[in-house]
């Protein structure tokens, strides 16, 4: 079976992470598979690239061709910071209606970690993409839009803002906050995890992070009645997935102190950046961190970290994301043979450590390589 990956090189290491990992997923496929299964790689534009081709940082060929797809894979895609263009990220998730970002994170054996007991972090956060504060609907402090909305609610509502002040919204749907939710109950029930986490700054936003909360509660038991429990502790069903929540600030604490105590994770826009970011840094860093966002239709998978323009170009970059991003394609694509191979492939070599930089600081007795050497050891591996 042949089935047609779209891909997106990406900005700065992008190029080197992809040609450090495409090889690895192609080889894990053959040896699985030995040629039953494959991959049909065709490249569409976004980024800098796109921009030198076609003069659009987002051409809406792209945007086309990844409403019609059903798997895409990208590099990390450039945004400045303070100005310039909308975020490429923020714009493909919005589009597309790539409404869950799922991260899983887990412990390589040979990664040395701040945390006593690494070995016990094995969660996967499920992101809501397209809604809260970080989906983008902000204004300039002094710009005529947030003139007229502090106008508007200081002469309509009584709130009481600066009048030079810089404004965004958080707007929260029952649908949006649901529909993630369910994504997240139905992974941990096909999974056969434990339970799932609403994690939420219900305390304080009551009406939009509390409202997820709510909403998360009241889904669970409207579609997923004798599947799942609110009681937590000895006396739950051990056959049921427990569906507790806790509040942001306090989960940071948790995931540090008690990981063995959390499975699946669903969460807002911007606290699912935060504590998928943090829970990487307790088991390598960003740079064995992989991602996708989905759709009903489209799964689009991604490294979580940034472009690291600094290192563009010196064969300094990690392509472990990227390369376990595409294992996660091949269990979506249903070839989980494949990517059970990559897992192992990826820990026997950092067991070996024989790392790239950012790995090689935090291992003591390692071996620095580039990104290129690194693929290559993975593949060799398989």
Not at 128 to 138: L, M
């Amino acid at each position: 079976m042949e089935k047609t990956v779209y891909f997106i090189e990406g900005d700065g290491i992008g190029p080197e992470v992809f040609l450090a990992a495409r090889p690895v997923l192609e080889k894990a496929l053959e040896k699985a598979y030995q040629g039953k299964h494959k991959l049909k790689w065709v490249e569409i534009l976004a980024g800098e690239k796109a921009y030198e081709q076609t003069g659009q940082y987002l051409p809406q060929s792209t945007l086309d061709t990844l409403a019609e797809a059903s798997l895409a894979i990208k590099g990390p895609l450039a945004t400045p910071v303070g100005g310039g263009f909308r975020s490429l990220n923020v714009t493909l998730r919005q589009t597309l209606d790539l409404y869950a970002c799922i991260r899983p994170v887990r412990y390589f054996q040979g990664i040395e970690s701040p945390l006593k007991r690494p070995d016990l972090v094995d969660m996967v956060v499920f992101r809501e993409n397209t809604e809260d504060v970080y989906a983008g609907i902000e204004w300039e402090a002094d710009s005529p839009e947030a003139v007229r909305l502090i106008s508007f609610l200081k002469e309509n509502l009584n709130v009481s803002v600066s009048d030079h002040a810089a404004v965004g919204l958080k707007p929260m749907t029952e649908t949006g906050c649901k529909r993630l939710v369910r994504k997240a109950v139905q992974y941990a029930i096909d999974q056969g995890r434990p339970s799932v986490t609403l994690v939420h700054k219900g305390n304080i936003m009551k009406y939009t992070e509390g409202a997820f909360r709510n909403w998360g509660y009241e889904l669970a038991r409207e579609e997923f009645s004798g599947l799942t429990t609110s009681r937590e502790g000895p006396d739950s069903d051990a056959q049921l997935v427990v569906i507790k929540d806790r509040i942001a600030d306090a989960m940071f604490q948790e995931v540090l102190l008690r990981p063995e105590e959390f499975s699946v994770i669903a969460t807002t826009n911007l606290n699912g950046d935060y504590l998928s970011d943090a829970l990487a840094a307790q088991v390598g860093g960003l740079g064995l961190a992989p991602g996708v966002n989905m759709s009903d239709r489209l799964a689009f998978f991604e490294p979580t970290h940034g472009t690291a323009p600094a290192i563009a170009g010196k064969d300094m970059a990690n392509p472990g994301s990227l390369i376990l991003s595409g294992a996660m394609l091949m269990e979506h694509a249903g070839w989980g043979e494949a990517a059970v191979l990559i897992h192992r492939a990826v820990e026997k070599v950092i067991g070996g450590k024989r790392v790239t930089v950012d790995l090689a600081s935090q291992m003591q007795g390692s071996t620095r390589v580039g990104c290129q050497e690194f693929g290559e050891l993975v593949g060799m591996n398989l």
